[in-house]
């Protein structure tokens, strides 16, 4: 069976892929998907996994903005967006987030076919990590201001515009051919994730005991590990799109977009927690 880069896209929950030749050689034609069983009702559609899709990323940014505003009004001097008040620890409200958001994945992975039970909340408890980990990066450049500290958003709009950048740029690689999911790329992608994956856990382990400014801080090095891995996500859209690909063409039930549309939005929350992060790096590096 062959391993996807993102732990959603188990091979055995759309079946396996027809829309890319699965071997390298002179046989391998390298030509866009075209074998696809044709739509019908009650099956798995390319409209219909963006429609979920988009879903599930309002219900994200909508709780992200919700979560933003209730972890900043006590130390940002009233610069939120006016829908709540009462202040809330954004640690409790990003780690609840991502603990929870982690369990429902889990589940999904495992039960694709309640995906549409899912889904939604994890779109609400990544919602809560996003906006509670956007904040706490923000208030890393806060400025004084009438009424208190004032959180720096502008490293959140940046990070949003390279987030879909990324997508926008992946999107476009796969619909032209200049990045081909294959077998080869898919076990580069996967070693290497494995391989940042334990550089992450080993050095937070080690952070325990040793001061490491250079992995954890703004380090050059930090920079290139952060750089590193925006280019494996960016990869693992590839992946996604050939995965939802693969879906259409092997008639999948309704059940797969809300289970395409989950591993895209997995995909997302990756992505933009790395932006965030290399641009702090940047900023910090220029700051000093």
């Known amino acids: 069976m062959l391993r996807r880069s993102n732990p959603t896209q188990r091979e055995d929950i759309f079946g396996p892929s027809q829309s890319w030749e699965d071997a390298e050689g002179p046989g391998s034609s390298g030509a866009a998907p075209t074998k696809a069983k044709p739509a019908s009702t009650g099956r798995m559609t390319i409209g219909g996994t963006v429609n979920k899709s988009l879903f599930l990323l309002a219900i994200c940014v909508i709780t992200a903005v919700v979560a933003w505003d209730m972890t900043l009004p006590e130390v940002s001097g009233g610069q939120t967006f006016g829908i709540t008040s009462g ?137 290139v590990i952060t750089l590193f891995a925006i280019g494996l996500a960016a990869l693992s859209f590839i992946f996604d799109f050939d995965f939802v690909a693969q879906g259409v063409a092997n008639g999948v039930g309704k059940w797969g977009e809300w289970y395409g549309g989950f591993s895209l939005l997995v995909t997302l929350v990756w992505v933009y927690v790395e932006m965030l992060r290399l641009i702090w790096i940047i900023r910090s590096m220029v700051d000093d």
Do not use: N
């Not at 429902?104 to 889904?119: D, E, G, N, R």
């Not at 906006?131 to 959180?151: C, D, N, R, T, V």
């Not at 690689?173 to 294959?182: E, M």
């Not at 580069?188 to 550089?199: D, E, H, K, M, N």
């Open 87 to 223: 202040p809330v620890s954004p640690m409790a409200v990003t780690f609840g987030g991502a603990i929870l958001g982690f369990i429902l994945a889990m589940v999904t992975v495992f039960k694709p076919k309640i995906a549409m039970w899912t889904s939604p909340v994890y779109a609400l408890c990544e919602g809560c990590f996003v906006g509670g980990i956007s904040g706490l990066y923000a208030m890393q450049f806060a400025k004084p201001g009438a009424e208190g500290m004032l959180a720096d958003t502008t490293i959140v709009i940046q990070a949003a515009l390279g987030t879909f950048g990324v997508f926008a740029a992946s999107l476009v690689a796969y619909r032209t051919g200049l990045i081909k999911p294959t077998k080869r790329l898919q076990s580069f992608v996967v070693i290497a994730l494995g391989g940042l994956i334990l550089t992450t856990f080993g050095s937070m382990m080690l952070s325990m005991f040793f001061d490491m400014p250079f992995i954890q801080g703004a380090h050059p090095l930090g920079l």
